[in-house]
């Protein structure tokens, strides 16, 4: 799998992209990328996305007060209560996580979380994300 990385994005970011193209492709996975501006809500991804075929889904990274994370990825027309969220996963009560440790975490920017992004997130004891389907 080949993807024509636009030269407009960050350095990291191109970095970031042909190392997870190489690693789908290492594993016989194909696919196409598409692109669009962050969005922050489900309208904002109905008016750039709706055109891309297959589920829409929202990503929310959240945390507990003991530092616990996790990625959860659930259909755009699923309403998320975060306090039975946090029962569910056997987590504390959940906030959602910041910009900066985000970015920080899964190398990517708010409004551009997407599942894929766990292929950058360190892996040690303190810090293993967790992703949720």
Request: with cysteine.
């Amino acid at each position: 799998m080949q993807f024509d990385t636009p030269a407009d994005l960050p350095a990291e970011s191109r970095a970031r992209e042909k190392a997870l193209s190489a690693f789908l492709t290492a594993h016989g996975i194909s696919g196409e990328i598409f692109r669009h501006p962050p969005v922050f809500t489900v309208a904002e991804s109905q008016q750039h996305c709706a055109h891309i075929p297959g589920a829409h889904v929202k990503n929310l990274v959240v945390k507990d007060k003991a530092g616990r994370t996790a990625l959860v990825t659930v259909s755009d027309t699923k309403r998320v209560d975060l306090k039975a969220l946090a029962q569910t996963i056997g987590f504390g009560r959940l906030s959602f996580v910041r910009p900066e440790p985000m970015t920080d975490l899964l190398g990517v920017d708010p409004g551009s979380v997407t599942p894929l992004a766990v292929i950058n997130a360190p892996v040690t004891a303190a810090h293993a994300p967790l992703l949720l389907v």
